[in-house]
């Protein structure tokens, strides 16, 4: 028993030294893109009420959530998603604004995902959420952060693959299919089941030619020329609106001169049914899972008692550092520190010593001799430790300078 107290939980995991170091570097990097698009942080409960993920309000299903009841019986929730609890602080604390509110956070989230798919439980997110702001520059924005911050971080190669989930909406309107038929068609085209999906098209009472539109999503992926394509397999208008944005959407990025970042996939749908608009991921090598998501979200702000279009996306910081490490990009950490080492009695010189050094921005560990313990342990501790260089005071008129390398 004493030995698997030691062990964490399947799903979650420590990190320290180097590697933390490294996180927290990232997490900086990114943090400071956001700064700089003038987007403000935010700071939400790591429970909540179930109710803010239920099910109408579009998060993971309630089997893949950490539930517990508080002490008056009401079941809350450890949050699997940031954008629910995102919106809810915009309906709460900025339920006057007309204008648009900007806001990103860094957090930690939790899915209790099966201990078969290798996925973490708990997991680090950085977003932003571009609330009030329905036009197809606040699309173009958050794509652009997302790039920003792929390559603040470090990485070269990476993609964007951008949906519309209206395309797919115009198409279920148009033949008239119920929730529950739409709900499985989405879930096949989702997972590039269309052997699956050429069953179920074929028992709808839809026209043939109807039938091969959906038949066609698994060739609906690529540059900008595939959305002609696409606008030639239907003429109801929701779905044409939807591609018509996209092209608006690349328009845009051109600007910035990220349209060579930007691919699309018209049968991205998602798991999440609070996207209204574009939808989105970030794929980059060395990982199979996208290091980030995100869409538009019309309707969830209405579900809080706010009527306002939003925008956003997470980036799971944990799969990105997964993909940098198996890419060998460098993330350099300065860990250099130099030790005051001192014996009994010189405590107060020592201790003004690594003041004034510390003022000046140097690291200094500050440690007493122990009598039990050699000149040569403390060098040994100090490589293990990073320490580059060692300040030894012997006496108050003695002292000795020893660099750890040698």
Not at 207 to 219: Q, T, V, W
Not at 246 to 273: P, R
Not at 378 to 395: N, P, T
Request: charged share 30%; net charge negative; aromatic share 10%.
């Amino acid at each position: 028993m004493e030995n698997r107290l030691l062990h964490t939980p399947v799903g979650v995991r420590d990190i320290y030294n180097v590697e933390c170091a490294k996180k927290l570097d990232v997490q900086d990097k990114i943090h400071n893109v956001f700064k700089k698009y003038g987007y403000r942080d935010v700071q939400t409960p790591t429970f909540e009420f179930f109710d803010i993920f239920s099910k109408e309000r579009g998060s993971v299903a309630s089997k893949d959530m950490y539930k517990f009841f508080d002490r008056e019986g009401n079941t809350m929730a450890l949050r699997p998603d940031m954008t629910p609890p995102v919106a809810r602080v915009a309906a709460k604390y900025f339920s006057d604004e007309d204008m648009p509110i900007r806001l990103c956070y860094q957090a930690n989230s939790y899915i209790n995902n099966s201990e078969y798919q290798g996925k973490l439980k708990e997991f680090t997110q950085l977003g932003a959420e571009l609330i009030g702001d329905n036009t197809s520059d606040a699309d173009a924005e958050v794509v652009a952060m997302v790039i920003d911050s792929m390559l603040e971080a470090g990485l070269k190669e990476f993609q964007v693959e951008v949906g519309q989930v209206d395309f797919f909406k115009g198409l279920i309107e148009e033949n008239g299919i119920d929730e529950e038929a739409e709900d499985s068609i989405r879930s096949l085209i989702e997972n590039k089941n269309f052997f699956g999906m050429e069953e179920v098209i074929d028992g709808m009472n839809i026209a043939d030619d109807k039938k091969s539109i959906f038949m066609k999503f698994s060739e609906l992926y690529g540059n900008i020329e595939m959305l002609e394509e696409a606008r030639g397999l239907t003429k109801n208008k929701k779905s044409l609106k939807a591609l018509e944005r996209l092209e608006k959407l690349y328009n845009i990025l051109k600007a910035y001169g990220y349209e060579k970042y930007v691919s699309f996939d018209l049968g991205m749908l998602s798991q999440y049914h609070y996207y209204t608009g574009i939808i989105f991921k970030a794929y980059t090598y060395g990982t199979g899972d996208a290091i980030v998501a995100g869409g538009r979200y019309d309707s969830l702000l209405k579900q809080f008692g706010k009527n306002s279009a939003a925008v956003g996306f997470a980036i799971n910081e944990d799969q990105l550092m997964v993909a940098m490490n198996r890419q060998k990009i460098d993330i350099s950490i300065d860990y250099s520190n130099s030790m005051i080492l001192y014996k009994n009695g010189l405590h107060d010189e020592a201790i003004k010593l690594a003041t004034e050094l510390r003022k000046k921005g140097e690291k200094i560990v500050l440690m007493r001799k122990r009598s039990s313990i050699t000149e040569e342990e403390y060098v040994s501790y100090s490589k293990r430790m990073g320490i580059e260089k060692i300040h030894y005071m012997i006496a108050k008129d003695k002292s000795k300078d020893i660099d750890v390398d040698n």
